[in-house]
């Protein structure tokens, strides 16, 4: 397959395109492959990629039930940092950063990934203390985080209100600068293109119907294009879940799914040129290449499989955005949608051999797996070729739930909708 550069692309202009072929191939299954990928999302498709080109392990089929990014990949809202608090977390988002870093040049597909910052807001002095402490852990961890003061933030976004006659006045904000945005369609693309052309057999319009066992070992699927059998059936479904895993026979996941909201509104001048969250609710924004913001906000608040939300969020979402930012009262709202996440106990993932032999496990992303999309698919690649997690993941556990060892980053307690 063709290598993208700017000179195939000049030679591709001038030749009327005999070279482009498409980013992947549309393959009939195999009867059996050593590995199967549950979910061609980012997370099944990057673990794909890596088990390929980081365990040489080629002979592998991702089975997506609808089209490539028709899942939460193509649904978020692009946001990529890596500034949490717990040490579990800073060491995996860290290493998923600095796979973003290169993914470009690794994927040889531009992911768009542009590290404009993300800037998280406080309005209270107590919450300006809490993120002093986020930031102080965040840097001892070798990562990167600065306080900034209002002034700052104003001279940075001048559409802010940090007007002392603001409803939630603001005292500060924690900025990450390597943080930033990616374009969630082409990251889905790149893996796919880039796990096909090693080999990988990428099954849409292929969902996963039952699981085919012997004993309590799992040795392949039924599926929508027929029987395929493998020696290792990995599950990376996100908001399917606990569907997916009832059909193994696990009624009980610590797992809920709950919809998420995402707006765009009508393209704008540049605005904003960084990524900002509201410290007072759940509410977040940045400025799209195409000049339309695109924000979102908290979960609807209820258990569902349905990619569309409810009217309260959106009144809820674009109020608080109009806290902040009230010059964008008469700014319209092009379209929203929804998208099903996987909320943990804990707002941390999973990703681990079993529940049961023959099977691994990756899901709990809650509303921050994109950005953990190349850590993921890293770590849950080496965790199925080596049958055993990598030092990243190992704390990320199913039995941390029974253990009661939760990692809390906001220590909310065991409240999936709060996370
Ligand atoms: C509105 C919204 C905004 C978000 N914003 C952000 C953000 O700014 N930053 C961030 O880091 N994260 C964000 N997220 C979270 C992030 O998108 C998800 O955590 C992440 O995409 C989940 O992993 P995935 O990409 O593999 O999921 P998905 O893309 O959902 O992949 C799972 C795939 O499994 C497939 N599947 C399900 N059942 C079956 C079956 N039986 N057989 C075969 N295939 C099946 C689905 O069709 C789907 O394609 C957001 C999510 C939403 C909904």
Redesign the pocket.
């Known amino acids: 397959m063709a290598e993208y550069s700017v000179f195939s692309l000049l030679r591709n202009a001038f030749s009327g395109s005999p070279d482009w072929k498409p980013a992947w191939r549309k393959p009939d299954p195999k009867p059996s492959y050593d590995v199967i990928v549950?979910?061609?999302?980012?997370?099944?498709?990057?673990t794909a990629y890596y088990l390929a080109k980081e365990h040489g392990i080629t002979n592998v089929a991702v089975?997506?039930?609808?089209?490539?990014?028709?899942?939460?990949?193509?649904?978020?809202?692009?946001?990529?940092?890596s500034n949490y608090l717990l040490p579990e977390n800073i060491r995996f988002y860290e290493h998923s950063m600095k796979l973003w870093e290169n993914l470009s040049h690794d994927l040889n597909y531009n992911v768009m990934f542009s590290q404009r910052g993300v800037l998280n807001l406080a309005h209270t002095p107590a919450q300006l203390d809490d993120l002093a402490r986020r930031g102080n852990a965040i840097v001892h961890s070798g990562a990167d985080s600065v306080l900034m003061a209002p002034a700052e933030i104003k001279r940075l976004m001048p559409g802010i209100d940090i007007s002392g006659t603001a409803r939630f006045p603001i005292t500060g904000g924690l900025m990450q600068w390597r943080a930033g945005?990616a374009r969630?369609d082409a990251v889905?693309w790149g893996y796919a293109r880039g796990a096909d052309r090693r080999g990988v057999d990428i099954l849409e319009n292929?969902?996963?119907?039952g699981f085919i066992r012997d004993g309590d070992r799992v040795v392949g699927?039924t599926?929508t294009r027929g029987e395929i059998r493998a020696k290792k059936v990995a599950v990376?479904?996100?908001?399917?879940t606990g569907?997916?895993m009832n059909?193994a026979g696990i009624d009980r996941m610590p797992i809920e799914s709950h919809?998420?909201?995402?707006f765009v509104s009508e393209s704008l001048k540049p605005f904003l040129d960084t990524?900002v969250t509201f410290g007072m609710g759940h509410f977040?924004v940045s400025q799209s290449d195409k000049g339309g913001l695109v924000y979102?906000g908290d979960l609807d608040g209820y258990n569902s499989y349905a990619?569309r939300g409810n009217l309260p969020i959106v009144e809820e979402v674009n109020s608080e955005m109009l806290a902040l930012f009230p010059s964008l009262a008469r700014v319209r709202v092009l379209r929203s949608?929804?998208?099903?996440?996987?909320m943990s106990m804990d707002g941390s993932p999973i990703i681990t051999t079993g529940p049961l032999p023959g099977m691994y496990l990756?899901c709990g992303?809650?509303?921050?797996?994109?950005?953990?999309?190349p850590a993921?698919g890293w770590c849950f690649a080496h965790t199925i070729a080596r049958d055993e997690p990598h030092e990243l993941n190992a704390p990320f556990t199913l039995d941390r739930f029974h253990r009661g060892i939760l990692i809390d980053d906001k220590g909310v307690g065991s409240t999936p909708r709060l996370h």
């Open positions: 549950i979910g061609g999302g980012g997370h099944g498709l990057s089975l997506e039930k609808g089209y490539l990014g028709s899942g939460n990949v193509g649904r978020n809202t692009t946001a990529v940092r945005t969630h889905a292929c969902e996963v119907t699927v599926t990376a479904v996100a908001g399917s569907h997916v059909l919809v998420l909201q995402a990524v977040y979102g990619q949608w929804g998208g099903v996440c996987d990756n992303w809650c509303y921050g797996g994109f950005k953990a999309t993921s």
